[in-house]
């Protein structure tokens, strides 16, 4: 017979490429104190829309997520709509940028910045 494991959940997953993004704008501005902050706020087409910012002060309240040499910040509010998401960077002919997969959106719109639940 196995032994139970314990299992914590991950509130957010950050795929290797965000990752990589994140370790190296850390290294860029020579701050290993660096976050990207995720948030939620209302808008878009579809009800609410994703925005990411460069984070070096933290709120009493805001949740860090560390992974590995990425850490990502995200405020109580935000944080409800975010649980389970991955974050996940591109660069591409359109430019680069950070996107979300989530789980708790029942739909998005065209582009992948807003989303509804």
Do not use: H, W
């Amino acid at each position: 017979m196995s032994e139970a494991q314990s299992f914590i959940p991950t509130p957010l997953y950050l795929s290797e490429s965000a990752k990589a993004r994140i370790a190296a704008l850390r290294a860029e501005e020579a701050n290993p104190e660096l976050r990207l902050r995720v948030y939620v706020t209302g808008g878009g087409c579809s009800g609410f829309q994703y925005g990411f910012d460069i984070a070096t002060d933290m709120a009493e309240d805001d949740t860090v997520v560390e992974l590995g040499e990425a850490a990502v910040v995200i405020d109580p509010l935000s944080y409800q709509y975010l649980v389970g998401s991955t974050i996940d960077y591109e660069e591409g002919l359109a430019g680069a940028r950070f996107l979300i997969q989530n789980p708790n959106a029942t739909s998005t719109c065209g582009c992948g910045s807003s989303f509804m639940v």
